[in-house]
């Protein structure tokens, strides 16, 4: 069984910042791709970013910019991923979800976290 643990969801200002963290644990041999996935109200889940077990990275045209390249990262050690998000602006408000796809076992989704993002 594998679970993942969110942190770091909260309510700031448009304009600040939030860092999100997730850590799995379990039955784990090897994680390979982990990321975050998003859904508002009333609308459907939408991927975020997304880091390999090698560091590449991939982002959402809706957060390049902001979200910049070095602000997916991940802790192999630790089977942590982060998410360091800047300018947050109020349409950002959503409930984080963790995605994870450990080799040979599946894809886990955390329980997520909540963001919200004031005018």
């Known amino acids: 069984q594998v679970q993942l643990v969110e942190s770091g969801g909260g309510l700031v200002q448009a304009g600040g910042s939030l860092r999100l963290s997730c850590a799995a644990s379990?039955?784990?041999?090897?994680?390979?791709?982990m990321g975050w996935h998003r859904q508002a109200p009333g609308k459907e889940r939408e991927l975020v970013a997304t880091i390999t077990s090698g560091g590449s990275t991939n982002y959402a045209d809706s957060v390049k910019g902001r979200f910049t390249i070095s602000n997916i990262s991940r802790d192999n050690a630790k089977k942590t991923v982060y998410l360091q998000m800047n300018s947050l602006k109020p349409e950002d408000t959503a409930v984080y979800y963790c995605r994870t796809v450990v080799t040979s076992i599946g894809i886990y989704w955390g329980q997520g976290t909540q963001v919200t993002v004031s005018s």
């Open positions: 379990g039955s784990i041999f090897r994680i390979n791709t």
